[in-house]
DNA sequence: CTGTTAGCGCCTTCAA
DNA sequence: TTGAAGGCGCTAACAG
């Protein structure tokens, strides 16, 4: 029973070499005298070989895929972890690099982590991504304990964030919100609210840091905090009350694009059209209703997630402690819009 | 040089039986004693014993696996081919049939086809789930004539739907464009207008005809009728232009949860908050802005396409014909919601 | 620099 | 009903 692919042993036949010479043109070309390495890989091409993955992962011991679990899109909100967006550049650039991307599904924790039990006895991948850390999160620390390579996407919340054991890679929230604070400050404004998720969320803290950060280094006053679960009617409701009860608000800032959606309908059925909303995750309803947001440089996390699992080299490293650094912080971007009111309307007209 | 896992020999020597009975204990267990098999199946509960893919792979030639492209998350609008809920549902599926999902990725469909070829050479998959068919689609056809095994998620476009080469799923989108007519008929609503995109799109002219269908079989007048790309603020601007010139329009069905969310913000604006707006694909945010819409009903999309792929066996089907069916049209459902105006804020107030 | 030998872990074939 | 032999396609280890 064949293929009808070619083999490696095709190859070196009608090379007229050994297939290990054939297998060294392909991983260690320095070893072949350029003669020989030409011939050989004239054949390669004219037959369009490709060496079998499985026989190669048997051989190996490597499967040169990692595992990555896709959520249920679920929940409410616009964003999720825009998760899409993430492995589609996390597959990209796996690809360049010679990895193959690999999906799951797992109903909670303790399911994820069963499937990595199987993921690694079946001997599926090499290494797990995992996103969406939390507090308590257990997943971590059992990839750790069992020795299976992996990169959190997200900081271990909660435990020691310079534990080499954990590998991770992070958006810098702070920074974000600092930023988008900063630029509406850079527009002359000054009283700048806040509309955050209720405290103990790790990454919601973390970006209501940025803004009293930036409040305090600004000398604004930061008294206008507002806060909502990650629902686009609850962000509505909290920004219509505030805006009722004649605050003197120039601007707002969001955790989320949720929230934003959801002051950026406050503020227009308020009449206030051009009182700036600033979201957080740039997801495709930002860009589509024309609001501000914070970019979360998700090419720069995956190329970090990459960069931590193999270390520069091509093969992927084992559990730390080695040489390489261990987490990465990427620097998020403000993506900055006008406000889709009648400009953008304008343009449309032209279109 | 060894992985630290249990093979089948390790097993066997445990079970005192011989490898070839453990491999018949897990893939053919009518073979086997009911004794011989207790005995085994306990040493390999013990050890967490599971067969090595790549081992399997080698040997059976096929990979269960199979490959989807995603997507650049990319283009305006809100939604994409909502493919990551897809991609979730097909990967929960497949799990449970025994097929992994691999993910690749390409900037078009020729470097697609390239990327098949990779794959199929490599022997990486046994099959292909094509997405976001499109008028002169090359993939199908390419696929067909390698004999590669694949469904297309979307119709085979501008060719002939039958040929049993192609075999594909997808929703019925007149359906669901008519049922979201008939809704708004049956609360009372008689003019009724569609905002759909530019006419020569399969998906957009298949949508439309539902609407049309349901206007000449209601006796309703199927003179407004709005067009405007896959983006927000056009939306929002063909919609406030008719608003304005003071139109008689009752509801305004969309061919799209982006176009949907234009004509929201529009209506909204308007002052006329209660005119109903139905969106399609029941996206994220079509949920977050209480917008009803059609749902492409993805879970019986991907239960689909294994079908298709396995027959109800186990095993990837060769290209057709063979005696199983080729094609599935999925019934979408329409979902609808109270518009999240004041009725919604107030809920949340409680909550 | 090139070739030979051996074996990764499993399952198909055939014999007992 | 069970076991022995062999090989899927590749590369590590070692000779030459």
């Known amino acids: 029973m064949s293929t009808g692919l070619p083999t490696i042993g095709e190859v070196a036949r009608q090379a007229g070499v050994s297939p290990q010479t054939v297998s060294n043109v392909l991983n260690n070309p320095q070893l072949v005298s350029p003669l020989t390495r030409e011939k050989v890989q004239k054949v390669i091409d004219a037959l369009g070989y490709r060496p079998n993955s499985a026989a190669r992962q048997l051989r190996t011991h490597a499967s040169s895929t990692i595992g990555v679990r896709i959520d249920p899109a679920s929940t409410d909100g616009v964003s999720g972890v825009a998760l899409d967006r993430f492995l589609h550049e996390l597959t990209q650039r796996?690809?360049?690099?010679?990895?193959?991307?690999?999906?799951?599904?797992?109903?909670?924790?303790?399911?994820?982590?069963?499937?990595y039990t199987k993921l690694r006895d079946t001997a599926d991948v090499d290494a797990i991504v995992v996103t969406s850390t939390f507090f308590g999160d257990p997943r971590p620390a059992w990839l750790a304990s069992k020795g299976m390579p992996f990169v959190a996407f997200g900081r271990p919340w909660g435990s020691d964030p310079d534990d080499p054991l954990v590998r991770w890679v992070d958006v810098d929230g702070r920074a974000g919100v600092r930023s988008a604070t900063e630029h509406l400050y850079g527009r002359g404004l000054r009283r700048i609210g806040y509309l955050g998720w209720p405290h103990g969320s790790g990454t919601g803290d973390d970006r209501r840091g940025g803004w009293l950060e930036a409040c305090e280094e600004l000398g604004l006053d930061h008294s206008i905090e507002l806060i909502a679960e990650e629902r686009v009617p609850e962000a509505r409701a909290v920004v219509q009350r505030l805006l009722a009860d004649g605050s003197d608000v120039e601007a707002i800032v969001c955790v989320s694009d949720t929230l934003a959606l959801g002051a950026m309908m406050a503020v227009r059925e308020a009449g206030m059209p051009h009182l700036p909303v600033i979201g957080f995750d740039n997801t495709p309803v930002a860009r589509a209703v024309g609001l501000s947001s914070v970019d979360q440089s998700l090419d720069a996390v995956a190329q970090g997630v990459l960069d931590l699992l193999l270390g520069g080299g091509a093969r992927i490293l084992p559990t730390p402690p080695h040489a390489e650094p261990t987490h990465r912080l990427v620097a998020p971007r403000l993506v900055v819009r006008r406000s889709s009111h009648l400009a953008v309307v304008d343009n449309t007209q032209n279109g």
Do not use: H, K, M
Request: hydrophobic letters at 35%.
């Open 94 to 115: 796996a690809e360049e690099r010679g990895l193959r991307v690999l999906l799951f599904t797992a109903e909670n924790p303790d399911d994820e982590i069963t499937q």
